[in-house]
């Protein structure tokens, strides 16, 4: 790993003039940016801690639905969102290992889109709001592709701000080796309609599966799907499964949530 | 080169970082506390488990800069003030819950983390809590076993598979 310049801000305003210098970049849990820094895949001259900023920090109800701290660990959610977005709190407290949910934050998971990611599906199913250092951006225009999002350079997530639904599930078939998702749908029931997020599928990413959306929000039952197919165009081919496979585990997973969700 | 201070095991250290220095070499290196093993470095085996502030973390994945000032606690910290085995150690032994031996620095201390939060979890409860934690000898079963009975379960009662 390349050496750099190690900063640890106590506040929002702090990290913004640290994120200003040449080659700086932020750091949260370290979950992810650490392994690719040992492959120096990433090599910062500068690291901003983000995870020493109280006001990046917890879960609380507020203005829009649920406010969750940028810098918040997996853990903390899973333990604090119980009572407010149970489907939420599950899929944080299905991420990885503990260890990983007791470093690992949502604003470091949000900002990396990785397509096989677990947040960037509740995000873009429950239509958050990401709340950065300079502006506040929609879910639907938030994720721009694989590992690509609407963050500009030395932009980050303070917070993410999530609507409740009325019922919501996400189900994740693990790829036990990397503990991510092979596949998972994240479906959620609002008054004004029902949204699906798929993620781990895409070569484009977080993608919303507008067809289930449109049944599931005329009829909200696994059947309404049973005469839809997910394409497998542009779907992620690898060892684990082909397009195919993940097209039609899209479909599945989709009726489980629902079954599930409340 | 800077002059990096926590609490480990109880007492106050310090050691000579860079900004790169992970938490698993300060410690190894710095202090001497070759304890806690490196398995895998990416984050994968669990074999480098350490508490932070109470909590488990891959020591191979923190700055020990990003944890400066913090209480951190190793293996050499989990055994008796007489220096005998501590209850999750010695039900490791008890239970052969460990062959190499490699894994089991890591599997100790997230057990331990595990009972802190949740003194009597069920076996489905243990597997999915040692999800992070990879052992290439012994099977896992014995491992769950021992976790049981450190819980104060009766882990005969467990299924042999
Ligand atoms: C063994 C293992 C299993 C895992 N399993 C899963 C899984 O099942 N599902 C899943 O979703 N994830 C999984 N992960 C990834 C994990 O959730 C990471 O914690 C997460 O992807 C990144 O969060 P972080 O806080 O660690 O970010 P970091 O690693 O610190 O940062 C990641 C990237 O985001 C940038 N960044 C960090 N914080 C911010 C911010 N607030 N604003 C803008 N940019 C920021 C960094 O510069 C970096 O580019 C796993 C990781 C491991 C090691
Ligand atoms: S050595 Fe840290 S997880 Fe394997
Ligand atoms: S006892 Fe050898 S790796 Fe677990």
């Known amino acids: 790993m390349h050496n750099f310049e190690f900063v640890k801000p106590s506040s929002i305003a702090d990290a913004v003039a640290a994120l200003a210098a040449e080659g700086a970049q932020p750091l949260s849990g370290g979950q992810t940016l650490l392994p690719t820094m040992k492959q120096r895949l990433a090599a910062p001259e500068v690291l901003v801690s983000l995870t020493g900023i109280p006001e990046m920090q917890g879960v609380c109800t507020g203005d829009g639905g649920l406010h969750i701290g940028g810098a918040t660990p997996h853990a903390v959610v899973a333990r604090e969102a119980a009572s407010h977005y149970p489907a939420l709190a599950a899929l944080a407290g299905g991420i990885g290992d503990p260890a990983v949910r007791n470093r690992g934050t949502i604003g470091g998971s949000v900002a990396n889109n990785d397509p096989a990611a677990c947040y960037p599906a509740a995000v873009l199913a429950s239509g958050v709001t990401v709340v950065t250092s300079t502006r506040k951006i929609a879910a639907d225009d938030y994720f721009q592709g694989m590992f690509t999002t609407a963050l500009e350079e030395g932009e980050f997530i303070t917070s993410v701000i999530f609507r409740i639904p009325q019922a919501a599930a996400y189900v994740k078939f693990n790829q036990p080796a990397s503990r991510f998702a092979l596949t998972a749908v994240f479906v959620a029931k609002f008054a004004d309609g029902v949204r699906v997020a798929v993620t781990g599928a895409s070569n484009n990413g977080v993608f919303r599966w507008e067809e289930a959306e449109d049944a599931l929000t005329a009829d909200f039952s696994a059947g309404a799907i049973a005469g839809l197919t997910a394409s497998a165009e542009d779907m992620i081919s690898d060892l684990h499964g082909s397009a195919a496979y993940r097209a039609n585990l899209v479909k599945v997973l989709t009726g489980r949530a629902v079954t599930a969700a409340r | ?161």
């Open chain 2, 1 to 161: 080169m800077t002059k990096v201070t926590m609490t480990v095991n109880g007492k106050s250290v310090s050691a000579e970082a860079e900004g790169r220095t992970l938490l698993v070499n300060y410690l190894r290196e710095g202090l001497g506390l070759t304890g806690t093993h490196v398995g895998c470095d990416t984050s994968q085996c669990g074999a480098c488990v350490v508490h932070v502030d109470g909590k488990a973390v891959k020591s191979c994945t923190v700055f020990a800069m990003d944890v400066a000032g913090s209480e951190v606690r190793t293996i050499e910290g989990m055994a008796n003030a007489d220096g005998s085995l501590g209850v999750v150690q010695q039900a490791f032994q008890d239970h052969h819950g460990l062959q190499c031996g490699f894994c089991t620095p890591g599997m100790v201390m997230t057990t331990a983390a595990l009972l802190a939060n949740n003194p009597k979890p069920t076996e489905a409860e243990v597997r999915h809590e040692l999800e992070g934690n990879i052992c290439r000898c012994t099977g896992y079963h014995n491992i769950v076993k021992a976790v049981l009975a450190a819980s104060g379960q009766d882990a005969g009662a467990m299924a042999a598979e």
